[in-house]
């Protein structure tokens, strides 16, 4: 009699391969899992390292031009410390983490948001915003969006117990350094139109006039051209004064598109220097050929920066002047 030996099995590479993949699929779904449970007590985003940035000098304002794709994101960065973010990008996922380690790097007393109008290009980060920093004041559009996920910021903005205001003509930010923004479009009724009724906004401080677009139109431009030769003090509040005939600082409206920035426009404002928000290769053609030719043709020595082709633009003001510099490679 032999002695006993154990049976050996013969392999089956099909079932082997059938648990083999059942096992990766088991797996993938813990870890899914631990990443959501993860993810509810503690938002990834929180989790995000702070951007290397410069410290800012006393007296200084900073506009910081984020470079967020075919979308519109301004932080301008107030001599107190305070931070509004004019737009906050689309949402979408790098853009939303590179503004929230951008916030981070900055370390400001406290932030604001303020939403041009109701595209989601612009309002689509702000949410997220509100959710992990807190917000003073969502500043709103006068013609809003029954989209859900406005709908989603509205209901971030009164869950956190923030203020919330429409932003119309005469709607005036003031800092305790002097700095002022002025909104001088549009008027609070009648509009009808979402990109007309884009908040375009005049920004002064030490002499250095900022003026931000938003995506109006030649058709806006020209109706403002019209009220400023009639008087212009118009769109003046008070001691918050607006002098369109000389812009140091351009934001170029509605990322640099062949509809907006008309001759006539460009002509009164005589911008020194223009930035362009837009996505790399966007399928928009933004910005267009002409719009460029038509800055230099108001100005000779316009300086024009786009965040497509230099990243984040940021532009110092202080008491000596203004000075422009794009930061692409610095605060990774």
């Given amino acids: 009699m032999k002695p006993w030996e154990p049976q050996r099995r013969h392999r089956d590479p099909e079932r082997a391969a059938r648990l083999r993949a059942l096992f990766k699929a088991g797996a993938a779904v813990a870890v899914i899992g631990v990443l959501t449970l993860l993810n509810a007590l503690v938002p990834f985003f929180s989790l995000l390292p702070a951007a290397r940035i410069r410290a800012r000098e006393e007296g200084e304002l900073r506009l ?16 107190s410390g305070d931070v509004l973010v004019v737009d906050a990008g689309s949402g979408a996922f790098d853009a939303s983490n590179h503004l929230i380690r951008y916030l981070k790097g900055l370390g400001p007393e406290s932030i604001s948001c303020l939403v041009t109008h109701a595209d989601s ?23 809003g969006s029954e989209s859900s996920s406005y709908q989603s910021l509205l209901s971030a903005a009164e869950e956190s117990g923030c203020e919330m205001q429409t932003v119309s003509r005469y709607f005036v930010l003031a800092d305790a350094s002097g700095a002022y923004l002025n909104c001088i479009s549009p008027y609070s009724m009648g509009e009808e139109e979402s990109n007309e009724a884009s908040a375009v906004l005049y920004l002064s401080y030490c002499g250095t006039d900022v003026l931000l677009c938003g995506d109006i139109t030649a058709e806006r431009e020209e109706k403002l051209l019209a009220e400023y030769a009639i008087d212009p003090t118009l769109f003046d509040k008070g001691d918050y004064r607006v002098r369109l005939d000389g812009i140091d600082v351009l934001k170029v409206a509605h990322h640099g598109s062949a509809y907006s920035s008309s001759e006539e426009w460009l002509e009164l404002l005589q911008a020194q220097t223009a930035v362009i928000s837009c996505g790399r290769g966007n399928a928009y053609g933004h910005p267009a050929f002409r719009v460029a030719e038509s800055l230099k043709k108001a100005r000779e020595d316009c300086e024009i920066y786009r965040t497509d082709e230099l990243g984040d633009i940021v532009v110092s003001v202080t008491r000596a002047g203004y000075r422009t510099e794009y930061t692409k490679g610095v605060t990774s």
Avoid: K, N
């Fill in 64 to 79: 910081h031009f984020l470079d967020v794709g075919q979308a519109d994101c301004t932080v301008i960065e107030f001599p």
């Fill in 121 to 143: 290009d612009h309002y689509g980060g702000a949410e997220q915003i509100i959710r992990l920093f807190g917000a003073e004041a969502l500043y709103l559009p006068v013609l």
